[in-house]
């Protein structure tokens, strides 16, 4: 009996292994698109003169390319109010830098590039943001009362619709955490972020340790960009179960006036960012 469950489970695993085939999977590939990062953030307490913006194109998904930069494009920035114009020079290595950007909070630009004879635009309004009025760590106000977290608070202005992106980066780390908020509930009164790691053996996350350095950027943004940036947070939070909503291509507000098929991916903002640094004790 015992010699015939060997012989039986040695059959099934010879025709189980005979079974095993490779199967070839042809992922359709969407041509190349010009992908644009244009964030301009004036810097409470700055001129806000130096400004990068960042040209490259997309990329098969299993692609092994890490960069793809756009070498050769006309960029530049226009005050909507006087037409003034600032070129932006291009590095050859996808980044296009000026030092004579003039920022005007609440003045409207237009973003302008000149890629392979087609011509990309958008335009935006320079966005104030409150400043932030207490950085502090804790242990209470996360998820794991044993660990720790860093939180700021700011005050929101009164009768005014505001919307907030906060950004935490501890040093050491490669990803940045972003955190949109909006004051629909808060309108006029002190608003509280806390920002928290917990432990991860899967991932090699680890919780904050005393002597952690965390950058922490809060900016203001107009509707239309909190609308943008809160899809992406949503749909980067990584695959959920199995009735989870198929992420969906996500538009920017930069149109391509010569060729509207050929549509860029990618922002054009305009934003006040107040910064702190903070260490863990």
């Known amino acids: 009996m015992k010699n015939y469950i060997y012989k039986l489970l040695l059959s099934l695993l010879i025709f189980t292994t005979s079974c095993t085939d490779v199967i070839e999977v042809d992922v359709p590939e969407a041509p190349p698109r010009l992908v644009i990062e244009a964030s301009i953030d004036w ?21 092994n390319l890490v960069e793809t930069p756009v070498r050769g494009a006309v960029v530049s920035v226009t005050n909507d109010a006087d037409n003034t114009e600032v070129l932006f020079i291009d590095e050859n290595n996808g980044n296009y830098s000026t030092n ?12 302008n590039i000149l890629h392979d004879n087609e011509m990309y635009r958008a335009t935006e309004t320079m966005t104030p943001v409150t400043e932030i009025t207490s950085v502090f760590q804790s242990r209470e106000n996360g998820f794991d009362n044993d660990a720790l977290e860093v939180n700021i608070e700011f005050n929101d202005p009164k ?51 005393p002597g952690d350095i965390v950058d922490i950027n809060l900016l203001g943004l107009s509707e239309q960009y909190y609308n943008y940036i809160q899809l992406l947070i949503q749909q980067s939070g990584g695959v959920g179960g199995p009735f989870s909503t198929t992420p969906a291509e996500i538009k920017g507000n930069c149109t391509n006036e010569t060729n509207p098929e ?11 960012v107040d910064t702190r640094v903070y260490q863990f004790e």
Do not use: C, H, W
């Open 43 to 63: 810097e409470k307490g700055s001129s806000g003169n130096e400004q990068l913006i960042k040209l490259s194109t997309s990329t098969p998904f299993f692609d």
């Open 100 to 111: 004579e950007f003039v920022p005007i909070m609440g003045q409207s630009y237009t973003l």
């Open 159 to 209: 009768d005014i619709e505001n919307f907030y992106l906060s950004k935490f980066q501890r040093r050491g780390d490669l990803l940045q955490t972003l955190i949109d908020v909006k004051d629909e509930f808060t309108d006029g009164n002190k608003i509280s972020i806390f920002y928290e790691k917990l432990q991860n053996d899967d991932t090699g996350e680890t919780e904050f340790v």
């Open 262 to 272: 050929n549509y860029a991916f990618g922002y054009f903002r305009l934003a006040e």
